[in-house]
């Protein structure tokens, strides 16, 4: 999240923004190659990602959705769309518990209502990629049945 805030906050290249702000936990291998790759995904497809969210959110200005909201939403969409082996769930609980620690009041709760839509507009038009325990596709679970 740090790192994705100072990227929109300071315009600077994506690689400076790994190099400053994920430096840190560079130490901790499987924690920095986590987030590096959360980071890039977000970045890389934050066009895909950004459509997806102003689709839901259409009731609001986009550009006035609070920056930590908005950053949150990216990166928990991103999540879902382009890391498989994270539950939905947890990606979705991941960003509403940071949002209470570090948005609004009401966040949370904004930024479930966004998500779960999305979750099940992903799972109706079966572009949701999920694999491994506990999160096969339940419509293949079904046709072997």
């Not at 908005?70 to 969409?77: A, E, G, P, Q, T």
């Not at 479930?112 to 596709?137: C, F, H, P, Q, V």
Request: charge should be negative; aromatic fraction near 6%.
């Amino acid at each position: 999240m740090q790192a994705l805030y100072a990227l929109e906050i300071s315009k600077d290249a994506p690689q400076h923004i790994i190099d400053t702000i994920l430096e840190e936990i560079k130490e901790n291998g499987a924690d920095f190659d986590f987030a590096q790759s959360l980071f890039i995904k977000c970045v890389a497809h934050q066009a895909e990602i950004d459509r997806r969210l102003k689709v839901k959110t259409e009731h609001w200005e986009f550009h006035r959705i609070a920056l930590i909201d908005k950053i949150l939403l990216r990166m928990s969409l991103c999540e879902l769309l382009y890391f498989p082996d994270i539950p939905p769930k947890v990606s979705i609980n991941e960003a509403i518990e940071i949002a209470k620690d570090y948005s609004t009041e009401s966040s949370g709760t904004f930024i479930n209502g966004i998500m779960d839509a999305i979750l099940i507009e992903l799972k109706n038009e079966g572009s949701l990629n999920k694999t491994g325990r506990g999160l096969l596709n339940t419509q293949a679970k079904k046709s072997r049945a």
